[in-house]
Every structure is written in C-alpha cells, then in structure tokens.
C-alpha cells in the first residue's frame, strides 16, 4: 500500500480547507501511473480528512517502482480554488517492508485453488503480515538477479504465506531438525534426520514454495556445509 498526503499551511499552522478531491483540470483523474497512464484513483474522490489541514488518500500499488502522477483540487478557506500537481514514488521491489505480492495479486491466486481456507478465514492485516513475512525469508536466500519478479517467485510468496497462515512457525519448524524421538502415551514417533530439509534451514515453511524457488538459487552465492559425525 501507498499513501498521497497533503498538507494545507497558513503561515505555518496546519488549517482546514473546504473541500479537497483528487481531480485534474481536464476530469480525467485522480491519481495515474506516470508511464503507462493507468488510472489508480479515479477523478472526483474526496481525499480522507485526517487531522486538522491533513489529508491523506491510501491505495494499492498494481507493482513495484511506479512512479505517480496526481492531481489535487483545492478549495481554500478564501474561496480560491487551485489545482495542486506533483508526483509520488509506490512500493520499491528492494523495500525491506514490501512484499513481493500485492494483496490484490494473492487474492487472484488463491481464488483459482481448490484448498484454500486459511487464506479465506485470515484478516486482510493478517494477509499482508503473512506475504510481507514470506517475500522478507524468500529475499534473503541467495537468489539470481532479476529486475522483475518472476511469476514463480510470486506464487512461491503466496504458497509460503498460505503455510503461516495454516499454523507452521518457522522456529518450531527449525527446532523439529533437530528431534530425534517423541513419544505421547504409548505412540513413540523416530525421525530421520539423515534427510536433508533445505527449505526449513532457509526459513521457508512450504516445501511447495521451495521447490518454486529452487531454480532461482545462485549457487555461485551459496555456502556448502557438510555434517561430520
């Protein structure tokens, strides 16, 4: 998500206008994608009061590294109206706080499986913890550069997120490596550690997700470790 703020000063106090609407002179828009002319806030929405000479529209970003273009129509406390112009940066691809998902993206996603009800049931804040959660893991392995996010990577965020949502915690997932034996009343369960789990080690929760991610691995950047015994 990306905010548009305004602030209205009057020798350097903070006031009230009368009305403020995201509007161009033409009433074509409101708030557009600089290059590509998609319009993300359509001409005539009201910009949300949010204090007193603040003002702030939210919205979400369709990708990453746009840049806007908007427009605001101001009618001060004077009765003069202005046309207020500039331009804002979204979401970057490299924001340690983004995802590489949108909401939007991942609600397409899930629309199309068979299984999905820990995503239906999770909050919208939640949805976004989770994607924002699962592309922070997935940026920190060592992937190949790419400008773009591949399609796979996408789908590797969602499937992860859908495993958080669905209860894996990739702590307590991390610390069943190392569990040998458990045992509850009379049924005693053996592990085979033997078996390498790659995707837990990394922090990634869904072996789905994994094996999305796996042909975007740099192995030039990685570290190999060998167990001895």
């Known amino acids: 998500m990306s905010k548009l703020e305004y602030t209205y000063l009057v ?17 074509d828009f409101g708030l557009k994608v600089k290059f590509t002319s998609e319009i993300i806030i ?24 746009l840049i806007y273009e908007y427009s605001l129509e101001v009618e001060y406390p004077s009765s003069s109206i202005a046309f207020v112009t500039g331009e804002l940066i979204g979401l970057t691809l490299i924001d340690d706080a983004g995802s590489y998902v949108s909401l939007a993206e991942a609600e397409d996603y899930f629309s199309l499986l068979l299984w999905n009800s820990a995503w239906e049931d999770a909050s919208e804040l939640n949805k976004e913890k989770a994607l924002i959660v699962s592309s922070k893991a997935i940026r920190q392995l060592a992937l190949m550069t790419f400008t773009t996010v591949p399609q796979d990577i996408k789908d590797a965020v969602c499937e992860n997120a859908y495993a958080l949502l669905d209860g894996k915690d990739p702590e307590m997932e991390f610390e069943n490596l190392t569990m040998v034996n458990q045992q509850y009343g009379n049924i ?11 995707h837990i080690e990394a922090g990634i929760v869904s072996m789905t997700a994994w094996r999305l991610i ?13 167990r001895v015994s």
Do not use: A
């Open 11 to 27: 020798g350097g106090v903070p006031t009230d206008v009368v009305s403020i609407y995201l509007s161009d002179t033409g009433d």
């Open 188 to 198: 005693r369960s053996t592990y085979n550690r033997d078996v390498s789990m790659p």
């Open 214 to 226: 796996e042909p975007y691995l740099d192995v030039s950047k990685q570290l190999k470790l060998s």
């Open 42 to 65: 359509s001409d005539g929405t009201p910009m949300d009061h949010v204090g007193t000479g603040l003002y702030s529209k939210s919205f979400k970003d369709p990708g990453f590294d």
